[in-house]
Structure formats: structure tokens, C-alpha cells
């Protein structure tokens, strides 16, 4: 019976459950499934996992060659458990034989909803009136409505694409830049194609949602963030190298923007004496997007089919390096 090992989650009272669910639903394919959580991260302990089993699922920490020199060869498929890939050596993978997966689309939902979320507590300037409740001080801190802004779009992927369907009932004006995205797609959603500097000038809202890369590190950069209005907000659920985090305190620090809300950093966990902490117009969360049990689920499901078809031998989308056959032979 084809095994397969998953990484994700910690011993939580949510994750036992999901991955009990997740342990039927394998079984009920004709698969062995095993939870192996790791917290910390252990290179060996993960590799005598994959040593007995033909798939694993895998969270964001680093799986290079350090890992692969490791293996038996059992392992033929690593299934990324959400969307960013930027921490596995996908050329080492496929020297080794080895197919890299992601769950496309499977957290969505989550990550578009937390980006409106993030948004509206920005836009609201939610965490400074916190803290005034916390405080005793009664403020009055007046901010402004989402209702009938501009809101830009930075990559219309298929999470860019359900925070606009979110935003329908609020009047906003979307703008999006997206260099990959079909015109014929952004007439029927009625989304204005514009250029990523035009987009930072006349939005009240941003919202990224696009891959990291070398192409998109610190592409929201201080020239970039100058472009903003005094009154807008940037939001990150993305990647955090997406944004330049001292470009962005910079701005934050010297009221040039309105504010920022991330959910995800350049380096995670975020450190204690990141200057971020102490501004008041900025909204942190610890890289929680697509954490609802809802999108959970349909990241180990979705996870658990691409293992399916890999061991029916069928061709999926999800694979990223179609290459590791030439090692497979």
C-alpha cells in the first residue's frame, strides 16, 4: 500500500482532527497516510519520514539537497501544503527523481477573505482604537470607508480574482496590474488594466497577490510606496519579500501613508525588534491567511488527490517540475 507522510500542523486539538479527517479520507483512496508534525523543523527526522513513504506533504521550510542527499529513493512526490514554492530546490528535486507539487487554488477562499479583512481593520484604523479601549483613553480617531474607493490589485490570479467578487458589493473601483492577465478576462469583470505605478498613485487600498520571485522581491519598493496617496493602505498576504520592510517603516514612520496591514515577512517568525512592532498605523497577524478550517481542509484534500493521481500515473497541473521524469527514467 502506497504510503504518504504529512508534515503540516502542530498538535493542536484542530489539527488532530484534520488530519483524523484527512486519515480517512487517504484510507478510503486505498492509501496509508501518516502525520509526522514538525515543530521545530528536523532535516533528519523529516528524511527518515520520507524514507517510508512514497509522497509527503510539505510545509515552507527549506527541502534542498540537504534533505534529498538524504533519501532512499522511495520518495517520488512533495506536495507544497498551500502555493509558495520559493524554499525547495525544485532543480535538486528533479535531479533526484523527485516531483514537486503545490495546492493551487485550494486556500483562495481564506487568503481573499483575510485580504478584505485586513483591509477594512486598515482602512478603519482598528488596532490604534484597540489600543485606546485597552488604554481607557476614549478617542475619536476618525478614518475612512471602503465603500466607493479604489482598490488596486496587484496580480489577478485566482485569489486577485475572489477579493475583487468579495468587494462587488461595496461600489469600489478595482484597478489591477498584472503583466500575465487576458484581456478578455478583465472587460467581463469590468477590472482596469493599468500600469503598477499608475495603480500605487490612485489607489486608496492595495493588495498584493502575486508569487515571490526574483522578479517581484521588493517590488513594492520606497519609490514605489512615495506614489501612495497620505491616505491609503498597502495589504500583504502574499509573500514578505514582496514588500521592502524598511521602505515601508519608513513611509509608516513619517505619516507618508495611511497605513499597512501584512500577514506575511521577510523572515518568519517576525523578530521581536523588527521596527514594525512600534508604529500604530500598521495591523500584523503571524501569517494566518488560509488558516480556517474550511481552507485547511481543502488543502489536505486537494493534496491528497494530487498524491492519488501521481501513483495512477496521471499528468497533473499541480506538478512544477515536469523534468524529474528524465531521473525517474
Known amino acids: 500500500m502506497k504510503r504518504i507522510v504529512s508534515f503540516f500542523g502542530d498538535m493542536s486539538d484542530v489539527f488532530v482532527e484534520l488530519n483524523e479527517r484527512a486519515n480517512r479520507y487517504a484510507e478510503g483512496l486505498g492509501y496509508e497516510y501518516k502525520w509526522a508534525p514538525q515543530m521545530p523543523y528536523d532535516r533528519k527526522k523529516v528524511a527518515d519520514c520520507l524514507n517510508e513513504a512514497d509522497a509527503g506533504i ?159 522581491h521588493h517590488l513594492a519598493d520606497y519609490k514605489l510606496l512615495s506614489r501612495m496617496k497620505e491616505t491609503s493602505v498597502i495589504i500583504n498576504t502574499s509573500r514578505g519579500n514582496i514588500i521592502d520592510e524598511q521602505a515601508l517603516y519608513d513611509v509608516l514612520a513619517a505619516g507618508r501613508i495611511g497605513g499597512a496591514a501584512l500577514d506575511v515577512y521577510a523572515s518568519e517568525p517576525l523578530p521581536l525588534d523588527s521596527p514594525l512592532l512600534g508604529l500604530d498605523n500598521i495591523i500584523l497577524t503571524p501569517h494566518v491567511s488560509s488558516q480556517t478550517v474550511e481552507s485547511l481542509w481543502s488543502i489536505y484534500k486537494m493534496a491528497i488527490d494530487i498524491a492519488a493521481d501521481f501513483f495512477a500515473g496521471k499528468d497533473s497541473p499541480h506538478i512544477l517540475n515536469p523534468d524529474y521524469k528524465t531521473a525517474r527514467g
Open 58 to 216: 510539505i510545509d515552507v521550510e527549506p527541502y534542498d539537497d540537504d534533505v534529498f542527499s538524504q533519501l532512499n529513493g522511495r520518495t517520488g512526490l512533495l506536495v507544497r501544503f498551500g502555493v509558495g514554492y520559493d524554499k525547495v530546490d525544485l532543480p535538486a528535486a528533479s535531479r533526484r527523481g523527485i516531483a514537486v507539487a503545490r495546492t493551487t487554488g485550494a486556500n483562495t477562499l481564506g487568503v481573499a477573505e483575510m485580504a478584505v479583512t485586513l483591509m477594512l481593520a486598515a482602512r478603519r484604523k482598528l488596532k490604534i482604537n484597540q489600543k485606546c479601549v485597552d488604554a481607557g483613553v476614549w478617542e475619536k480617531n476618525v478614518a475612512h470607508e471602503t465603500i466607493g474607493s479604489t482598490v488596486g490589485i496587484v496580480g489577478f490570479g485566482a485569489i486577485g480574482q475572489k477579493v475583487a467578487e468579495l468587494l462587488e458589493g461595496f461600489g469600489c473601483r478595482i484597478v489591477s496590474y498584472d503583466p500575465f492577465a487576458k484581456e478578455e478576462l478583465m472587460r467581463r469583470k469590468e477590472i482596469e488594466l493599468v500600469s503598477l505605478e499608475e495603480l500605487f498613485k490612485i489607489s486608496d487600498v492595495i493588495t498584493l497577490h502575486v508569487p515571490y520571485s526574483r522578479e517581484t
